[in-house]
């Protein structure tokens, strides 16, 4: 069983759409992420979700909007998609260390969603 | 801002040489942890390494950590083939799940 999955893998779409991606995590993690790696390889977080809690918001335009109905899931939304939010969209996961959360454990990352916006 | 930031930007070795990549970061950490990604792949956690520790081993890798110069290497020995990847090193601060990512060296194996 996938440890991290999300869906779509690929979408493309035109500028000024509305799309989502979805995401799943089966490792009981209490943290979720999004980070997004642009054409030079660069990974950035986008938003981090303790538990249903948005506790990191980078600054990213409000046309993203993460949603995590339970722990196990953190989709995105992205309302009038540009050219520049063209990328891979990479959902992850990792459990709280039990010191508070103040210490950041591993990562496990999702296969990626490659957007592209024509 | 980016924190960790690699170096070389690429590499190209034989199968069976060693591959050594660095990773420099420029405030106090929590831990240092390095990544694999394949192409068109998710990132793969490798190994981690806390800012108490100054080495660390999993298999064939090798990872050293020096706090005063707020460095760190990961050497692949015996390289393989299946080692082609790219290969990022993520940094923490003091935020909970903010971990800084450079852009990777990519590593070429070629048998």
């Known amino acids: 069983d996938t440890a991290v999955s999300q869906t779509p893998k690929y979408l493309v779409t035109q500028m000024g759409n509305d799309k989502s991606i979805k995401c799943e995590q089966n490792l009981g993690h209490d943290t979720m992420y999004w980070y997004k790696q642009d054409s030079k390889k660069f990974l950035k977080i986008m938003f981090s979700?303790?538990?249903?809690?948005?506790?990191i918001n980078e600054t990213v335009p409000n046309r993203f909007s993460p949603k995590s109905p339970d722990k196990a899931h953190l989709n995105l939304h992205i309302n009038s998609l540009e050219l520049g939010d063209s990328a891979v969209y990479f959902c992850?996961?990792?459990?709280?260390?039990?010191?508070?959360?103040?210490?950041?454990?591993?990562?496990?990352f999702g296969s990626g969603t490659q957007l592209s916006v024509l | 801002s980016q924190q960790g930031e690699e170096d070389p930007q690429a590499l190209s070795i034989q199968e069976g040489e060693n591959a050594t990549m660095n990773c420099s970061y420029k405030t106090s950490i929590n831990n240092l942890q390095w990544y694999r990604q394949n192409s068109g792949r998710g990132l793969v956690h490798l190994i981690l390494i806390r800012s108490n520790e100054r080495e660390k081993h999993s298999g064939r890798l090798r990872v050293t950590l020096d706090t005063s110069k707020k460095s760190s290497s990961l050497l692949i020995t015996a390289s393989r083939a299946a080692d082609t990847a790219s290969y990022f090193c993520a940094t923490d601060r003091d935020s909970w799940g903010k971990l800084q990512f450079g852009a990777g060296t990519q590593v070429v194996v070629t048998p």
């Open positions: 992850a996961s990792s459990q709280d260390s039990g010191t508070g959360g103040r210490i950041n454990e591993k990562l496990f």
């Open positions: 979700y303790n538990n249903k809690e948005l506790i």
